[in-house]
């Protein structure tokens, strides 16, 4: 017989993962910053000092927020 399905969902998970940790966007813009840092607090906490705002450009942005791709 198979795998439970807890063993099956949690190698489901660590794929899943994976597959996210491998893929790196190369954006500079104030989300893609901040999904690459270890604390992305404080990026966001220093893009809002400066005024700074998201283009949501990047196709990683747009489709972390919901967005289509253009």
């Known amino acids: ?10 190698e489901l998970a660590d794929r899943g993962r994976a597959l996210v940790e491998g893929h790196v966007t190369k954006a500079f813009n104030v989300l893609a910053r901040a999904t690459r840092s270890p604390r992305p607090g404080v990026v966001f906490a220093r893009a809002a000092a400066i005024g700074e705002t998201e283009p949501l450009t990047d196709l990683d942005s ?9």
Do not use: D, K, S, T
């Open 62 to 70: 747009r489709l972390f927020v919901g967005l289509p791709p253009r």
């Open 1 to 10: 017989m198979g795998r439970a399905p807890g063993e099956l969902a949690m």
